[in-house]
């Protein structure tokens, strides 16, 4: 299974405004560099370090409420095409030449997205269309374009 890394977003502070970049280190300790979630804390397990979202699960969820928003408004920091991300805990995901992530668990929905669309955190719900949170096992920059394999 191979997919594309179709778009980086970060946010520098909790309900800050989501920045879109194209290029961005990734590491153990930090997650997505310059977004605050990445940053383990003392005794924390850094299982949300990294965000990821299908685009084809967005469409979906776009379509199903009858908005078109930008993925980044989902709050996630990749956004995955091409491929359909694990539903399982413990599934390694490759990105660009270095980087490697591990699937810790699905990334719930909040009322931030209600917000966003009336009925889109219940569009976002069914098979782990709100996407998967993901720890950072290797390190290093991943870019646009990047391509994204799922390790068996």
Do not use: Y
Not at 109 to 116: H, I, S, V
């Amino acid at each position: 299974m191979l997919g594309t890394l179709a778009g980086i977003a970060r946010h520098g502070r909790p309900k800050g405004p989501m920045e879109t970049v194209d290029h961005v280190e990734v590491t153990l300790d930090g997650g997505i560099h310059g977004d605050f979630r990445g940053t383990i804390k003392p005794g924390g397990k850094g299982r949300r370090q990294v965000t990821l979202i299908e685009r084809a699960d967005w469409d979906a969820a776009m379509e199903e409420v009858g908005h078109s928003l930008p993925w980044f408004e989902r709050r996630s920091n990749l956004l995955v095409e091409g491929l359909d991300l694990p539903q399982r805990a413990g599934t390694k995901v490759h990105i660009g030449d270095d980087v490697v992530l591990t699937i810790t668990r699905e990334t719930d929905p909040c009322e931030r997205m209600e917000a966003l669309a009336p009925g889109l955190k219940a569009a976002l719900l069914p098979d782990w269309r709100g996407g998967a949170c993901s720890r950072v096992l290797v390190g290093g920059i991943i870019r646009v374009g990047d391509s994204i394999r799922v390790e068996p």
